[in-house]
């Protein structure tokens, strides 16, 4: 068959991974490359769509080219070119997903609404906040269809009006990119207004979770903005913080603060050491809480701010640890379990009898179990004895392919300590 596509030719018998749908093609299953008539070079180009097949010239699929080990990563199954509706029926597909899940409500506009291989859509994040989506691209794939995809949120998600591009951090570093890494696609909103720099721009935002009102800053925030990942493990803090003297320690911009304040906690203290998320965090209460003088923010490191409560005497009744990643890659691990280990350690200490610690880890290359474990011998390392309550993960609206566990990154634990 002529394909007007380049067409990637697989070794014998390496098919049959693909045929049980799992969706990358290492380099070394391809046996040649039939590059398409108008192509200049002697390789497909990086992000390329090129079709899938067989030894035998059965058709496989279609998806893109990457420079690496993994050489295509499969978007159609079964197809030999993209087909038309595409887009617009895998981003159907993850609206209706959030949908079915009860995430779409008047009191929630804020979900993830595609989290790439397990909305199969590899190397695609999408998330939602109010009437606007911040779309990030982890391959030149992606990149390269930006427009498409945008176009299909406008249609397929009827909240969206604003559409924002953010992949500065997140493409490949090496590869050449054609066209911005960063901007609006879909209209030009002027939100949020820098704080404190008296530029134009809008505060008339909120994006709503459970509830809750969160400004949120995807210009000048941190990955798309806020930390979706979080809402379920948020919800389990309201339940317990009733009465309780409450630490949110790596607090971004307060997501745990604010359920735990509506959760009825006595004090809590908000620690983080940006000064912008701080900032964010005082609006935040103030939306939510106007009347609460039960909140202090402070911008502060973490290891230093627990060294000098410890030295006052302070203690707690529930504290939080949401660090960001300490390993980003598997040769920081062992570095990072002690990192763990350490913070946990501080924490625990502060614990009053009979109080509860929230602990996490969003690094994909530390398991649950060497996170467990550092967490274990940090309660030991300051002599407390500690009980499992809850294991905790990312959620719903993070699914997980089977074919690819790598899309598991967050744990948590929540330990009762004696
Ligand atoms: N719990 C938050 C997300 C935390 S992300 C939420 O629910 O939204 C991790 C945060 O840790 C970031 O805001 C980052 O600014 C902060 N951080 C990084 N290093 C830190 C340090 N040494 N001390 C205190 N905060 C730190």
Redesign the pocket.
């Known amino acids: 068959m002529v394909n007007s596509m380049t067409t990637v030719i697989l070794k014998p018998h390496k098919e049959e991974s693909l045929l049980r749908f799992h969706p990358w093609v290492f380099s070394g299953a391809i046996a040649r490359v039939v590059l398409d008539a108008k192509h200049k070079g002697d390789a497909p180009e990086e992000g390329e769509l090129v079709c899938v097949q067989s030894s035998t010239s059965n058709v496989l699929g279609v998806g893109y080219w990457q420079v690496g080990s993994i050489a295509v990563r499969i978007l159609a199954f079964g197809e030999d070119s993209l087909p038309a509706d595409f887009w617009h029926s895998r981003i159907r597909a993850a609206y209706k997903v959030r949908e079915s899940l009860g995430l779409v409500r008047k009191d929630n506009n804020t979900f993830r609404l595609v989290h790439g291989e397990g909305d199969n859509l590899p190397g695609l994040i999408v998330d939602i906040y109010a009437d606007t989506a911040v779309v990030q691209a982890h391959s030149v794939g992606m990149h390269v269809c930006r427009k498409e995809i945008a176009d299909a949120i406008l249609a397929e998600v009827p909240q969206v009006q604003n559409i924002y591009y953010k992949s500065d951090d997140t493409l490949p570093f090496k590869a050449p990119i054609e066209g911005d890494k960063i901007g609006y696609l879909i209209s030009d909103y002027q939100f949020p207004a820098p704080l404190g720099e008296g530029q134009e721009g809008t505060d008339e935002f909120w994006s709503i979770e459970n509830g809750l009102s969160f400004r949120i800053d995807w210009l000048r925030g941190?990955k798309t903005g806020?930390?979706i990942d979080?809402r379920e493990n948020?919800a389990l803090v309201e339940r317990y913080a009733h009465g309780k003297d409450v630490l949110n320690?790596?607090?971004?911009?307060g997501?745990?603060s604010l359920y735990a304040l509506r959760g009825g906690a006595k004090t809590v203290d908000s620690?983080?050491?940006?000064q912008k998320?701080i900032d964010l965090v005082n609006i935040n209460v103030a939306k939510n809480f106007p009347k609460a003088k039960n909140h202090t923010a402070v911008a502060?490191?973490?290891?230093e701010y627990l060294s000098a409560q410890k030295s006052a005497g302070k203690t707690y009744d529930l504290i939080i640890l949401?660090?960001?990643a300490f390993a980003k890659h598997r040769d920081a691990v062992k570095n990072a379990l002690r990192g763990y280990q350490r913070i946990n350690a501080k924490a625990i200490e502060m614990i009053r009898p009979g109080g509860i610690l929230f602990t996490f880890s969003c690094s994909q290359a530390v398991d649950k179990e060497a996170f467990r474990l550092a967490v274990f011998s940090a309660a030991a390392q300051v002599g407390r004895s500690v009980r499992i309550l809850h294991q905790l993960h990312q959620p719903q609206d993070h699914p997980i392919n089977i074919y690819h566990p790598e899309g598991e990154y967050l744990k948590g634990l929540v330990l009762y300590v004696e």
């Open positions: 941190q806020f930390f979080q948020r320690m790596f607090c971004y911009t997501g745990f620690v983080d050491v940006s998320a502060a490191d973490a290891f949401d660090p960001p």
